[in-house]
């Protein structure tokens, strides 16, 4: 045998030359070979063309007037312009605002260009669907432009509702008119499952970064929940489509030899430009499905007990007022639901050191409702007494506020309110009551009431029924913004769109729960929807089970709470399958889009199918 | 080259540097050739797309670059990649091959060892007989940068050659 060892330099061009010659094609076969490849797309594009000039108008409008990258190229005959476009356009109508809206930011951020950098497949229309587009468009442009202007402003000036079932309807009616131009040819299975994940992607960030102009879903679940299940369903489309794998992820982000991250996979994520929200979308979509399982657990304590035992373990000092105030809600609440009252031992010893110490408590804070309780006697706080004597007897005449109202109060459960005062009190009331309204007006009202029962006044009560309704009305939010649900504020405003929301408020806890305190007393306002009501509190309760009065959100999470559990009181959840498929309508009107793209997808024809 | 594109020409004149600059990429020789028919059959469906003068070598080396790059993650998004000790073996002679065709494939071998640029160059230059005009085309570089190139790959191989060889012996 001969030896495989080398005395040869490679000096000479020649060897260099040679090293390849046994591996080079043959020219003549060559050149056959490409010439045979040009044959066969140029027969495949043929039948393109045949099959575009079979389809329905409809679909040909269609295949010209969506993203280009879509139909796999077609050119050829000519004269595909319709000529009673009537009632075949509606549906090409209703898909603009999806597409435009949607492809025109994609478009924008460079979904198109990628589309058009394709796998190396023939690039894209010319011809006829260029021709067709063109033509359409010219004797179209105006309606489509007032109809899609129409669009924005229902947007931007009233509920968002309109908007958004517009854009829901386009996009399923998208996703049907993607599915007939593949059963037609017109695509295959990986283009559409390109389109329906553009689609889902870009419809998922919008939803994501402008949830706080759309209508808020009471299902409890943040609004972004759905967001990020669109997200999911347009990775799923993808690989359904086959257009990506768990390889081709893995080549993209991984070095297997080097065992390391690809270091433009971080950067692509996380640093370029205007693509930084698109990686957060990203990010959220990826993370969103560990994050909602936590979030998924809430609301577990809804219970009267729960209230109960924070309640007992109260800490504020009596000199405080802010945590005061929703103590008394809070209490106030559990004493009149006729359950087992709190403890309030604990409270009485920790409150009966304080003032042997020589602190005093508010009648604007604690006072009144330590009284109330029966934590504390008048004895031990004639301070306190003597200065709600003093407010009382200074402003009866005065606007009909809170304070006058708890320090009548004061008086009353420590037994020093006298029979003039207490005349005052319904005078007071019969004329000033008509002048509540603004910032803490439900807390006025709630304060008048509980003020008034306690005194007895049962039908004067009862005639504050309308002006109580007409309050509740003017601070009810609605369905308004989604991040904040709806419930009660704390000023009245108008609803309108997007323009005004930031105007707004911030809804708070506090009022809603005030509000459904009234409402329990003097039954909803039909307008109200309890509902919506129940499931924005739910939404406040994200973050889990209270540990403390110290935080904020503790204390939020705790009104929220006591509103439901009186809610509940006054109007049991219905149970069902149409109100449980009503409460979570977001989640479910994206599951049925995701579901119609894949439909849409595995049904389409794959490309060797086509040709 | 003509004032119009053609396609014999066109095939001839960069047949040898685009099967090259695929097989630099890692693809076995046989799937580059398959890759470079690819190439310019893509190249001519969508030659109304070209936007430079068909004899201006660099215009059509930078199209027919892009065309290659395309193709060329199209299809290792299909393939398995191919380790390279593997597509080095399939280059390998059998037993009872010439001489000269043993020195091929330790030429082969030692040129599959230059770095990633050199190899590049070499491949696309001497798969067939072409310029460093060509070649720089394609590769997007100078023709100088070739020519350079080319002049440290050979004096590599020299080198590599000769301590395989005082090894052997």
Redesign the interface.
Known sequence: ??S????????S?G???????????E?GE??A???A??EE??QREESQVARFAAAPERLRWAASILPPGLVAGATGAAGLAGKKLGFKLVPGLLAIPAITFLVLIGTFLGGVHSLR???????DVEGDERAFASDWWKRNRKLVTVGFTILLLLALFQHTEVFTALIALSMISTVLLLGDLARAGLADRARVAKATARLLWWSGFLWFYTRDFLPVDPSGYPNWFSAVVLGFGAIGCLFAGGVL?W??IG?RIWYPDRRMLYPDAVTTFCLRGLYSFFALFAGAVILGGIGVMGLVVLNSTESRSHLVEFVEEFDAPITETHEWREFKSVSRSLASDGGTAPDFSQLRERVGAELASGAQTPFLGSGPILLELGVVSASEVPGLIEDARVHVDSHSAYRLDGNYLSAVRTLFEAGELSAEQHAQLTEHVRTGIAGISGVNSLETLLEATWVLDALGEGELVESLRPQVHAELLAHWRGAMAASHGAAFAQNAERESGWFTWRSLIHLDYVSTQQAVALMKRYGAPPEVDLGSVRETLRMGRSKGRATSWDDYSNRRDLLAVSALVQLEELAPEPVGPLSQLFKHRSLFGALLLICLCLFATLRAPKLEELA | MSATLDLDQLIEAWRGPLIGLFAARGVAYGEAIELAQDVFAEAWIGRGRFQGAPNNTRAVGAWLSGIARNLHRASSRKRRPEPLEQGLAEQEPAPEASDHEVRAAELRRAIEALPDRERAVVQAFYFEETSSAHVAALLGIAPRAVEGLLRRARARLKESLESASVASS
Do not use: C, N, W, Y
Request: aromatic share 4%; charged share 35%; no cysteine.
């Open positions: 045998m001969t495989h060892t080398t005395e040869i330099e490679p000096e061009e060897e260099l030359l040679s090293a390849f010659e046994s591996l080079r094609p020219p060559f050149a070979g490409v010439r490849r040009i797309a140029e950098k394709e796998d190396g497949q023939p690039q794998t390889r081709m080549e």
